[in-house]
């Protein structure tokens, strides 16, 4: 194999995708030397955000999540993200 190519210096993660989506990342890293990588503790990022919601359709959420025996934060990311997937569903 030939010379590698030193990988530069990042100031950005969006820096980096930028340069990585016009390069070959073989001119710069040695495959046949990796290994198998586990990440089990990895967790999607998350963040925290403040929503004001009808007191109804809180205790609403509630009873719902109480049924399926879910917490009623979980239960609202849940409904979010399906919906959300629904409505970006290309429509055919």
């Not at 929503?51 to 609403?60: G, T």
């Not at 879910?70 to 409505?87: D, G």
């Amino acid at each position: 194999m030939s010379k590698l190519k030193q990988i530069p210096k990042f100031k950005t993660e969006k820096e980096e995708a930028k340069f990585w989506s016009t390069h070959d990342s073989t001119e710069y890293i040695d495959y046949t030397k990796s290994g198998k990588a586990l990440f089990a503790n990895l967790k999607p990022s998350t963040r925290t955000i403040s929503i004001r919601l009808p007191d109804s359709l809180v205790e609403h959420l509630k009873i719902l999540a109480n049924k399926k025996d879910v917490p009623y934060q979980s239960l609202l990311k849940m409904l979010l993200a399906e919906k959300i997937e629904e409505e970006l569903k290309p429509i055919k």
